[in-house]
Nanobody, 123 residues
Framework: QVHLVESGGGSVQAGGSLRLSCAAS??????????MGWFRQAPGKEREGVGT???????SYADSVKGRFTIARDNAKKTLYLQMNSLKPEDTDMYYC???????????????WGQGTQVTVSS
């Protein structure tokens, strides 16, 4: 069973940076095989995909964060990162990491989720 725990959220002024981390643990975790992703959601809003990284290290981003956010994974540490630069107030959300254990990065493949970490950007 895979468990994901996010950390690194907080409050920052517009233009600032934050780095989120997501640590995977559990029995039988074969982290290197998973597609990993970051998602975000505000109360009353639909969940939005921020970006994904395949088991080969290929990344994909939502248009709203391209050029500002960077996803990276460290398979040895079983940890996923989200470096967020040039933050905007509209980036304020709860951020979740997720794992697709079958290795595919389609949104419906993500079946394991962390508890989320709050990011608040003030103007």
């Amino acid at each position: 069973q895979v468990h994901l725990v996010e950390s690194g959220g907080g409050s920052v002024q517009a233009g600032g940076s934050l780095r989120l981390s997501c640590a995977a643990s559990g029995y039988g975790v074969i982290y290197r095989n998973y597609c990993m992703g970051w998602f975000r959601q505000a109360p009353g809003k639909e969940r939005e995909g921020v970006g994904t990284v395949t088991n080969y290290g290929t990344t994909s981003y939502a248009d709203s964060v391209k050029g500002r956010f960077t996803i990276a994974r460290d398979n040895a540490k079983k940890t996923l990162y989200l470096q967020m630069n040039s933050l905007k107030p509209e980036d304020t959300d709860m951020y979740y990491c997720a794992a697709a254990l079958n290795g595919y990065c389609r949104q419906f493949d993500f079946g394991v989720w962390g508890q989320g970490t709050q990011v608040t950007v003030s103007s």
